[in-house]
């Protein structure tokens, strides 16, 4: 197989992303290093056992054996692994009984080349439950790759988990998200491109995106992933980097759906890895959730704000205070008309909402019939619906960023040359659910759709032409 340009430069993004995630990255596979060793508490208990998942070595670590419940902690992506809880472990194994591990591929645990995806490690969470937890109740704590692999398991496997506790979870948004709040970052963060517009900078990473997007990319790289050949010769066998590929490659849509245990929700403020959004997105889908942000913190809050990740977990263990998406709301006949504007919020009930030559407008926890979006920049609309007649949402030339949105009409969506970016939205259209009059690019990430032309989940990136509906 040859690798063509668009795939090389994915692969070399999240290349980056593993690095960037990872907070010992001077090791590669197959090289022994020395990592401490987690908390010597009275009666804790280390293994290095042969897994039968991964076959390959794996360190294990227990605390608090009498205790009746258990905690699994799953890391991130790095090779500091399970070193990561090293300030948790103390508190939680006083009330519980601690179990975690250097996953495979990180740590202290084999680094092989064999394929890391979410569902590889769900099965070798479902072993170390089997071995180490069998018929204890127990909650998951996961951070990073830890958190999606956590949410993975908990659609599959939810036999005597009670609820799961997700520290900035890497992945489940598409790798477009992902990848252009990446360089959104670097354009906030690099002086030399500051002088473009943000507009104009945002336009020119989305063509570079789209010429990057092809609608068989995710087959190319799963084909890469499959073969230990290809994983050698382009991914060099680093387990850091068969991860995030394999993570930012994967459809949550379907699993995400079927997780009905309670999420607590935890998340670093200036995240730049993992957005935030992602947080808002799974506390929007789950059922029993609750989001907390901690300010000043990145995509390690465990480690960067000890004491404070500390007391959200004892708080997260024993909560039963749950939020729910935007309730109904009392009807207005408010209008809302925004022209030549930025930096403006707007909640609540409005009857229609006209937005024009607009830049960083939010629109949250909000509810209308019509919201119309011409010539503008960073339009965000977060945890609302938008039940219209004809139409719920006509765009021309703007790019929108949809976080929890129900949309929901006679053709929902009707778009002109703009970039729209939906995760974790319902599109409801008796005729359509998306009509474009002169192409536009669209990124789905753990969206449902229901129209005569597709009904069920929908995850990708779409180039959508009149003559292509969806």
Not at 117 to 131: C, G
């Amino acid at each position: 197989m040859r690798l063509d340009l668009n795939i090389g430069i994915i692969i070399l993004s999240f290349s980056i992303f593993a690095t960037s995630c990872s907070f010992s990255t001077q090791n590669l596979p197959n090289t022994t290093i020395s990592i401490p060793s987690l908390p010597k508490i009275p009666g804790s208990m280390e293994h290095v056992v042969v897994d039968p998942v991964s076959k390959g070595e794996t360190y294990i670590y227990e605390a608090g054996m009498g205790n009746p419940v258990s905690i699994l902690l799953i890391h991130g992506v790095g090779d500091e692994g399970s070193l990561n809880w090293r300030h948790l472990i103390p508190e939680l194994a006083e009330q519980y009984h601690v179990v975690t591990f250097d996953l495979p591929g990180f740590g202290r645990s084999s680094k092989q080349n064999i394929l890391y995806s979410p569902l590889f490690y769900s099965k070798f969470i479902k072993w170390v439950k089997d071995h180490y937890i069998r018929d204890r109740q127990f909650i998951i704590i996961g951070h990073s790759l830890g958190g999606a692999v956590a949410l993975s398991y908990a659609a599959t496997q939810p036999d005597n988990l009670q609820r799961l506790i997700l520290a900035d979870v890497s992945g489940v948004i598409h790798r477009m998200g992902l990848t252009q709040h990446i360089m959104k970052n670097m354009h906030k963060k690099n002086e030399d491109l500051l002088k473009y517009p943000t507009k104009l900078f945002g336009m020119f990473a989305s063509h570079t995106l789209d010429a990057m997007e092809s609608p068989d990319l995710s087959t190319k790289l799963e084909k890469v992933l499959e073969s230990a050949d290809l994983r050698s010769r382009y991914l060099s066998g680093d387990p850091h980097k068969i991860a995030s590929l394999a993570l930012a490659n994967f459809d949550f849509s379907k699993l995400i759906y079927q997780v009905n245990v309670p999420a607590i929700i935890i998340w670093g403020a200036n995240d730049p890895t993992t957005p935030i959004r992602t947080g808002k997105m799974l506390n929007y889908i789950l059922e029993k959730t609750q989001l907390n942000i901690m300010p000043e913190t990145g995509h390690n809050p465990i480690l960067e704000s000890p004491r404070e990740f500390n007391r959200l977990v004892q708080d997260a263990l024993v909560t039963q205070t749950w939020q729910a998406p935007v309730q109904k709301l009392q009807k207005t006949d408010r209008v809302a008309v925004l022209s030549n504007k930025q930096n403006i919020t707007l909640t609540g009930y409005y009857k229609s909402i006209e937005i024009s030559d607009c830049k960083n407008i939010r629109l949250e926890n909000l509810e209308t019939e019509f919201i119309q979006v011409i010539d503008s920049d960073d339009i965000v609309i977060e945890n609302s619906k938008v039940i219209g007649n004809d139409v719920a949402l006509h765009t021309r030339e703007s790019r929108i960023k949809l976080t929890g949105v129900q949309l929901s009409a006679e053709t929902t969506i009707i778009t002109f040359g703009s970039v729209i970016d939906l995760a974790g939205g319902k599109i409801t259209g008796k005729k359509a659910a998306i009509k474009a009059i002169n192409g536009s690019r669209l990124i789905f990430s753990i969206c449902k759709i229901e129209s005569p032309f597709n009904n069920g989940y929908i995850h990708g990136y779409y180039a959508v032409e009149p003559e292509n509906p969806l």
